[in-house]
């Protein structure tokens, strides 16, 4: 058996541990491996990469970047990588780390962005509700930073129902829904969701981001797999570290991939999740769900799919991507889904079995602990939800500006992405330092639109993320894709130059 890396964390020690992995992942003796040499010379193709991150992550016990072996291009670099990972992450490092490190790293990198004449583009104060426009500092800017795709979060109605559930329930439910704090206005929001989700019930959340975590980190446990898209959101990853079963990333929306991992694997684990999401908030792209539906059934694995930006988006009703699929809802296992996007308002919920919602009810520690959502906040989703249903119209104008965004950006020649027709659309500037001064010139021009940049995308892969609403006009759209090919093609010319 493989022997788990030593405490001192030695880059001797890691190399060593890397060989003996690398001749075990392609069966062949440890001494046929250079270290020096390149590791795409061993024929090491993006299926076996991911699996080798996976085993790594098991061996150092702590999450890796899913990019870190395609980073480093030999087993040397690789040792020196995960070297100075192990020095700065180590259990034995931890109780002598200096958290001012942390504080100190951040302050310099700040002072680069300063140095560089680039500021920081994020935290922004926005003076009111957006709609299409924002106000920052008394400007008036076209806004695509807002989740709010159907342009629910300022409509009248939804906010009358906010308005009126203060009133009579007050602004917070002041305990947990187990203890006292359960309100009627939770449970129709639960029983409409599940209605329109199309499975038998619904439990809310406080957070969105928390109900991934606390429901993957409650449901399993050490000895068990989850199987995730290498995209995935970081909820579940924070989740899955919080379950300490083992983790794999298969590459993004790749169902062969985890078809062939979890052939490979499955038999090793009691149980076994794979994670998807149903709108991709990077790439504006969408998983086949159907393969994936068949992967799960085949492997006995329980599949998840986290819609928290594809439920209100996807298929003719919004219903999200069973209907876009055409497939049953019941199908998959647990549906997670946010109510800041769609629907107007905060949280996030899972939506399933009725045995699955009863026991996350009374043993989910993100529920039973935490004060339940608050009445403002459900009576707002709840509103959303019923004028999302009574008005598909809505859905039929996001659709119609997303596809004209992405139809108008290609045609000026601007890399999008794999998305098709959906409102997120990534502008693809691979610089970190370029793509934010791009958004730099396009803030003064009047356009807000958000940089990606490490480490929330892989180095090399920094983007501006455009979010189309229903509430944008024609020309706000045609406007915003020529000041940016314009601003791409003076880029391009003075590089010629």
Not at 107 to 134: E, I, K, N
Not at 320 to 344: N, Q, T, Y
Request: charged share 20%; with cysteine; net charge negative.
């Amino acid at each position: 058996m493989l022997q788990t890396v030593p405490l001192e964390h030695s880059i001797d020690s890691i190399r060593a541990g890397l060989v003996a992995r690398v001749a075990a992942l392609l069966g062949i003796p440890a001494g046929a491996i250079d270290p020096g040499k390149p590791l795409e010379d061993y024929g090491l193709d993006s299926l076996l990469t991911v699996t080798f991150t996976g085993d790594l992550e098991d061996w150092l016990r702590r999450r890796l970047s899913p990019t870190i072996v395609w980073d480093c291009e030999t087993i040397d670099g690789l040792a020196e990588r995960l070297a100075d990972v192990a020095d700065v992450a180590g259990p034995a490092a931890a109780g002598r780390r200096d958290l001012a490190a942390d504080y100190r790293l951040l302050d310099q990198r700040l002072a680069a962005l300063d140095a560089a004449g680039l500021g920081m583009p994020y935290f922004r104060v926005h003076d009111g509700a957006t709609a299409g426009t924002t106000f920052v500092e008394g400007r008036e800017l076209i806004d695509f930073a807002s989740y709010d795709y159907l342009g629910l979060a300022r409509d009248p109605v939804v906010s009358a129902a906010a308005k009126h559930a203060i009133d009579v329930y007050g602004t917070s439910v002041s305990a947990s829904r187990v203890a006292s704090g359960e309100r009627p206005v939770h449970r129709t929001l639960e029983q409409e969701l599940a209605d329109f989700v199309g499975v038998d019930a619904c439990v809310v959340f406080v957070s969105g981001h928390a109900t991934n975590v606390t429901v993957i980190g409650h449901l399993f446990r050490p000895g068990d797999l989850i199987l995730h898209d290498a995209l995935v959101h970081n909820s579940v990853l924070q989740g899955a570290a919080l379950s300490a079963a083992s983790r794999r990333p298969f590459p993004h929306n790749d169902w062969k991939a985890a078809d062939q991992i979890l052939a490979r694997v499955r038999g090793r684990h009691a149980r076994a999740l794979v994670v998807i999401e149903g709108l991709y908030s990077m790439d504006g792209d969408i998983p086949d769900l159907p393969r994936f539906l068949e992967v799960a059934k085949r492997h006995d694995a329980a599949l998840m799919v986290d819609e928290a930006h594809s439920l209100g988006v996807l298929g003719a009703r919004g219903r999200g991507i069973a209907e876009h699929f055409d497939v049953s809802p019941r199908d998959v296992d647990l549906w997670m889904g946010s109510l800041s996007k769609s629907f107007a308002s905060c949280g996030g919920y899972i939506a399933g079995s009725g045995p699955l919602v009863r026991y996350l009810k009374h043993s989910a520690p993100g529920f039973v602990y935490s004060v339940g959502i608050s009445p403002s906040n459900a009576a707002a989703a709840l509103a959303a939800l019923r004028l999302l249903r009574a008005q598909p119209e809505r859905i039929l104008r996001l659709r119609d500006r997303s596809r004209l965004f992405r139809e108008l950006a290609k045609a000026a020649g601007l890399q999008t992405g794999s998305g098709h027709d959906t409102p997120i659309v990534p502008l693809l500037i691979g610089d970190t330092v370029e793509c934010l001064r791009t958004s730099q010139m396009l803030t003064a021009g009047g356009i807000n639109v958000m940089p990606m940049i490490p480490p929330a995308v892989p180095e090399g892969g920094a983007r501006l993320r455009f979010f189309v609403t229903s509430g944008h006009t024609l020309e706000q759209i045609r406007v915003t894709v020529e000041a940016v090919a314009e601003l791409v093609a003076s880029k391009a010319l003075s590089e010629n130059n």
